[in-house]
């Protein structure tokens, strides 16, 4: 059963630009969860989706959106690309959604750099 | 505000002895821990996992121990092996919520 897959897997974009990333669940899982990953500030949630419904929401501001396809298929997308959105993107994927009592799955990443 | 806290950034091991990393939260409407470990231009891994309703979970090496009245959970890995190496993150959620809460990791390192 093949894994989360995330593309690409580097990006370097230049302030100002927009950016979308990709993230294909393991098949069968339709709830996917994005993260942001930077040295600071750890791992925090951005936003998930179920059933291409985004469900939950962190605090990030409304640059970061996303979406989710009917093949559960998600992309998240940051416009006005700031210095600080320098970070590793992570996509999760699960079967459920609301499922506080089961693991994620994640991918390997999509590492952003904004010059 | 930091619901979930790892409090060492790092920890040096040597190679056979018990590794034990550290982990608390605030809210305590958590009730589900998770354990992740990370290498380096990877996800994070699913390792182990606890439910609120019990105080232990064993799965081979890896023990984990949640002491809910004190807010704190606890990874064992027993014996530590070079391969252990990597960033440990501890994370909660509650039910209904598939967002997880992280913790800022913390990174193992097994001397030989």
């Known amino acids: 059963k093949a894994g989360v897959t995330q593309t690409p897997r580097y990006l370097i974009k230049t302030r100002g630009q927009q950016v979308t990333l990709s993230c294909s669940p393991i098949?069968?899982?339709?709830?996917v969860s994005w993260y942001q990953q930077t040295p600071g500030q750890g791992l925090q949630f951005l936003f998930e989706?179920?059933?291409?419904?985004?469900?939950n929401k962190g605090n990030f501001p409304g640059r970061f959106s996303g979406r989710q396809f009917s093949n559960s298929r998600s992309e998240m997308n940051v416009s006005t690309l700031e210095l600080g959105d320098s970070a590793l993107y992570l996509c999760?994927?699960?079967?459920?959604?609301?499922?506080?009592?089961?693991?994620?799955?994640f991918g390997q990443g999509t590492r952003l750099t904004v010059v | 505000d930091q619901q979930v806290k790892q409090n060492s950034p790092s920890l040096s091991v040597q190679e056979g002895r018990i590794s034990i990393l550290n982990c608390d939260y605030t809210n305590s409407m958590f009730d589900y821990f998770l354990w992740y470990k990370k290498y380096p231009a990877e996800g994070p891994t699913f390792l182990i996992s606890i439910s609120s309703i019990k105080d232990k979970n064993e799965d081979g090496r890896f023990t984990v121990f949640l002491n809910k009245s004190a807010k704190h959970l606890s990874l064992h890995i027993v014996p530590s092996q070079p391969g252990d190496s990597a960033v440990y993150f501890c994370a909660a959620s509650h039910q209904g919520a598939q967002k997880l809460v992280f913790g800022q990791g913390t990174r193992l390192t097994i001397n030989p």
């Open positions: 999760a994927s699960s079967p459920y959604a609301g499922a506080g009592d089961t693991e994620a799955f």
């Open positions: 989706y179920f059933s291409e419904t985004q469900r």
């Open positions: 098949s069968g899982h339709r709830s």
